[in-house]
């Protein structure tokens, strides 16, 4: 049933630091070594909304969490509020200035420092705390949403005559789009805004040993100043997309999140109301089998190995994690071509939820190119929707199809999924979105069917 009251909707939101001590291990960049300082606390944000069920969304200064940290953090906050595990939604912004994320070893910097497993259990526990102060903070609301544009990110893909590299690419597709969710209590005061926009956190470059937020933390601060509101920043499909300004400066950060901030608030502030609420909230989820990266033969893959061996011999801590990295997938590729091993589908949680029957949240479990991520956006039945990447676990790059034939460290480093898994999410994810605007049509049918 929809209510189509604004009192039918409740929300609250809360803030925690989750900066961890100076000394541990960072994330982001191969080969960097330990945090040496903190310019700026990492934050992790959360908004609580109720309409017959609570759902949760929750944001972090992370790189990103690997499926098993997110089911840790989802037992942690079930366990404290009642809130059921699927109808949580734990989002990273990709930062690469902030602690390494994944116990097991997942991630750029070798996890092996004794910080890491301490940090990660503690972040549960703090996360299911900040999410039991924003149930504790519900009061009724009303949702408005707005769109604007910033031009803080570029693609990053460089077309060179040597092939594909890290670089410029003014050509290349890059999505401006800035989606501002703003959530206002019964009286107009403000609860939170939800910032959406696709552009990596790297603007402090590999240089930085500091703990910082990047870019997110300063539209976080500036944006919050300006409307009293929670400011959660939402990651989109930025795989592909860096920010225009990337060196070791701290005037980076500060100018990309001003701008965005800017643009942000022109959308917070002419952000349309709408006051259908579904009145039963669900995070839909499915668990999509993508198909893994294979080698295209056992002739490349023998080359491929031995094109590594000799890479191996000069490379510095950076180049040797991604060196084994490249060769236990590519060893595991041989053998599945000769028959000695089965492939092993990519698990991609994918999530939507239908706020109201205009607004709409989905998510992708990695770095979306955004050319995907347009299309998903173009295919969604929802007016809004906000497009979260890096969110409910990681399964490392999602490029286009076309990609894979042009090269480039996305496709050959740190890509797990074959060419076609690019598609197959475009189509579960809209696939997802149809019917979670399906059931909410219905339920607004069914509602003003009741007051006739």
Not at 87 to 97: F, G, K, P, Q
Not at 258 to 264: G, I, K, P, R, S
Request: proline share 6%; aromatic share 4%.
């Amino acid at each position: 049933m929809t209510d189509t009251t604004p009192t039918a909707l409740l929300a609250g939101a809360a803030r925690a630091v989750i900066t961890p001590p100076v000394g541990g291990p960072m994330s982001g960049f191969a080969g960097r070594g330990e945090a040496t300082g903190t310019h700026d606390e990492l934050v992790a944000n959360t908004v609580v909304i109720e309409s017959g069920n609570r759902i949760a969304v929750v944001c972090c200064d992370l790189l990103f969490l690997p499926r098993s940290q997110v089911d840790r953090i989802r037992r942690a906050i079930e366990a404290a509020t009642g809130i059921r595990e699927t109808d949580i939604v734990i989002s990273t912004s990709h930062n690469h200035y902030g602690p390494v994320v994944d116990d097991r070893g997942e991630t750029i910097v070798s996890s092996s420092a004794p910080q890491t497993t301490p940090y990660l259990e503690n972040l549960a526990n703090v996360l299911a705390g900040l999410v039991l102060e924003a149930c504790g903070r519900l009061r009724p609301a009303v949702l408005r949403y707005g769109v604007s544009s910033a031009v803080i990110g570029i693609n990053r893909r460089e077309r060179t005559p040597d092939g594909i590299i890290l670089g410029n690419n003014p050509d290349g597709p890059m999505n401006p789009r800035v989606a501002v969710l703003r959530i206002d209590d019964a009286d107009g005061g403000p609860i939170a805004a939800l910032v959406n926009h696709a552009c990596h956190g790297v603007s402090l470059s590999h240089e930085c040993t500091e703990y910082s937020a990047d870019f997110p933390g300063v539209l976080r601060d500036v944006l919050g100043e300006a409307t009293g509101a929670e400011v959660l920043f939402v990651q989109g499909a930025a795989g592909d997309i860096n920010p225009r300004l990337m060196s070791w400066t701290w005037n980076n950060p500060k100018r990309l999140g001003t701008l965005l901030a800017a643009e942000a608030m022109e959308a917070y502030f002419d952000a349309v109301r709408d006051d259908t609420v579904n009145a039963d909230l669900r995070v839909h989820e499915v668990v999509v089998d993508l198909p893994e990266l294979l080698p295209s033969s056992e002739a490349a893959a023998e080359d491929a190995l031995q094109e590594l061996e000799l890479i191996a011999q000069t490379a510095d801590e950076g180049e040797a994690y991604w060196v084994d990295v490249r060769r236990t997938r590519i060893q595991h590729g041989l053998a599945v071509l000769r028959g000695r091993e089965a492939p092993k589908p990519v698990k991609a949680p994918v999530s939507a939820v239908a706020l109201t029957s205009r607004i709409a949240i989905v998510t992708a479990p990695g770095e979306v190119f955004t050319e995907l991520g347009d299309r998903v956006l173009a295919g969604s039945p929802f007016p809004f929707t906000i497009y979260s990447g890096y969110t409910n676990g990681s399964i490392n790059y999602i490029p286009t199809r076309e990609a894979y034939d042009q090269g480039g460290y996305e496709v050959t480093h740190a890509c797990q999924v074959a060419p076609e898994a690019g598609d197959e999410l475009v189509s579960e994810s809209v696939g997802l979105l149809v019917e979670v605007h399906e059931r909410s049509a219905a339920a607004v049918e069914s509602s003003l069917a009741q007051g006739e």
